[in-house]
């Protein structure tokens, strides 16, 4: 099981959808975990109502925020790329439902953002980490050395 979430194809193109997806999510985190760039922290970001409904809505809320942050990291790094993605595909659905989805689909309340997170997510949990990809590195220990 382990060995087919590190699995990945030795390809560059997950590489640039890692690293802009792994520091939207990296910032998006940071505001609501450490309230950095204005962001609420993450006391104040988990005392906030949950979409639909969700009951604790700190424990919710808290789980988003920090799932953003650590999957943003996993993402960034190529490390249980999939895993990370899957985190980041999990936040981005309930936000799209929960939160966008009655403001239309355009910008600046609708679900056009989320959908093109979603849609980053969902390549890389089908991809994997792809070249330079701490999975890439862990599945072949010899690449690692050859570098």
Known sequence: MFRRLLETAPVWFPL??????????????AQKVFGVWGGPGLAKFAAAGAPMGLRPAWLWMGAAALAELIGGVMVLAGLLTRVGAFLLASVMLVAMVGVHWSGGFFLPKGIEYTVALLGMALALMISGGGQVSADASLQNPSFARRR
């Open 16 to 29: 640039p959808v890692r690293l802009t997806l792994g520091l939207i999510f990296i910032a998006h985190g």
